[in-house]
C-alpha cells in the first residue's frame, strides 16, 4: 500500500494539474515549447555543498560544445560506467536532483556516472540528442570495457537509451553497446499505436504527470521521414540488444507499453526483467523524499550492478 507520504504527493500534483501543462495543442502547444527552449537555457544549479558532503567529486566536461558532468566517489578509480540519460519529453531540463542520484549511483555500484546536459527540443532533433550522447558513449569506452557499461534513463531518458542502440546499430554498427539497459518509466513508441492509446486513455485517470495526447504532438517536434524509427523501438529490430530493467508504474500512462515491451524481447530475444510498483505515479524514483523511491533506487542499484565483468 502506497505510504501516506506517496498519497500526499500524488494528490499535490493532481491538484496543481501537472498533466494539463503538458497537454496543449495548437498556440498553447508553441508557446510551451518556446517556453521549455528558454528553461533550457538557464544553467542547472549543481548541489556542490551536498556532493562533496557525501564524498564525491564531481568533473565538468566539454563535449563539442555540451556540458557532461562525471561522478565518483572521491579518490575512487572505478571499472564500471554508467551514462545517466535525464527525462523530461526532450523539453524539460535536468534538476539537481539528478545529480544526487547520480552521486547515488557512483557509490552503490562503485561506478563513474557520466551526465550530459544533452540539447533538446525544439530547437534540436532527436538525431542530433542522439550524435550528442553517442560522443558522450564513445569517451566512456576509451576508458571501459563495453562489457562495464551501463544506459541508465527516466522516462525520456529511457526512451532515448533504446534509440542511442538504435542509432548505433543503423549508424556505427562498429561501436558495442553497453552490457546493460536500466530504464525507469520509459517511452517505447512515439507515437503509440491505437492498441496503446486505448489502454492509455484507461489510465489517464489515475496519471498526475502525462497526458496520453504528448506522445501524439512532441513525435514530429522529434523526429520525421527516416529518423522517425529512433522514436519507436517497439517497430524495430532489437535483436542484439543487452539485457534491460524496465520499471513502470501502474499508475502511469507508460504502463501501456508493457505488454508489448515483452513480447518484443521475447521475438527479438533480448532478455528483460520487468519491475512494477503497483499504484505508483511517473517515474516515482526521482522523488527521493518518499519512501517508495528510495526502495527503488535499491533496485535500481541491483540491477546496475548484475552481471558485472572485470
Not at 528558454?38 to 565538468?60: C, D, R, T
Not at 541508465?152 to 539497459?181: D, H, V, W
Amino acid at each position: 500500500m502506497p505510504s501516506l507520504r506517496y498519497r500526499m504527493l500524488e494528490k499535490m500534483f493532481s491538484l496543481i494539474g501537472v498533466n494539463k501543462m503538458l497537454n496543449k495543442e495548437g498556440e498553447e502547444w508553441e508557446k510551451l515549447l518556446a517556453d521549455y527552449s528558454e528553461k533550457q537555457k538557464k544553467p542547472l544549479k549543481i548541489p556542490y555543498k551536498k556532493l562533496k558532503k557525501g564524498g564525491f567529486e564531481l568533473i565538468k566536461k566539454d563535449f563539442d560544445g555540451v556540458t557532461v558532468y562525471a561522478v565518483r566517489v572521491r579518490g575512487s578509480k572505478p571499472k564500471k560506467a554508467v551514462l545517466y540519460l535525464f527525462g523530461g519529453g526532450y523539453i524539460l531540463p535536468p534538476d539537481t536532483g539528478d545529480l544526487i542520484l547520480c552521486g547515488q549511483i557512483a557509490k552503490a555500484c562503485d561506478a563513474e556516472v557520466w551526465f550530459p546536459i544533452y540539447p533538446m527540443a525544439p530547437d534540436h532533433r532527436l538525431a542530433e540528442t542522439l550524435e550528442s550522447t553517442l560522443s558522450v558513449y564513445r569517451h566512456i569506452l576509451t576508458r571501459h570495457k563495453p562489457e562495464n557499461v551501463r544506459f541508465f534513463g527516466t522516462s525520456s531518458g529511457g526512451g532515448q537509451a533504446m534509440s542511442l542502440c538504435l542509432y548505433i546499430r543503423n549508424r556505427y554498427p562498429e561501436i558495442p553497446l553497453p552490457r546493460k539497459l536500466v530504464l525507469q518509466s520509459p517511452g517505447m513508441q512515439v507515437p503509440p499505436s491505437d492498441s496503446q492509446k486505448a489502454e492509455m486513455e484507461k489510465l489517464k485517470k489515475y496519471d498526475v504527470m502525462i497526458p496520453p495526447a504528448f506522445f501524439d504532438r512532441i513525435a514530429p517536434v522529434l523526429a520525421q521521414g527516416d529518423e522517425a524509427y529512433l522514436l519507436s523501438p517497439l517497430l524495430c529490430d532489437i535483436s542484439g540488444f543487452p539485457c534491460i530493467d524496465v520499471f513502470y508504474g501502474t499508475h502511469e500512462v507508460m504502463y501501456a507499453y508493457l505488454d508489448d515491451l515483452k513480447a518484443h524481447c521475447k521475438k527479438y530475444g533480448v532478455e528483460l526483467n520487468v519491475h512494477i510498483g503497483e499504484g505508483m505515479m511517473h517515474c516515482w524514483g526521482a522523488m527521493e523524499f518518499i519512501p517508495e523511491a528510495r526502495a527503488v533506487r535499491q533496485e535500481y542499484f541491483k540491477a546496475l550492478n548484475e552481471g558485472e565483468s572485470v
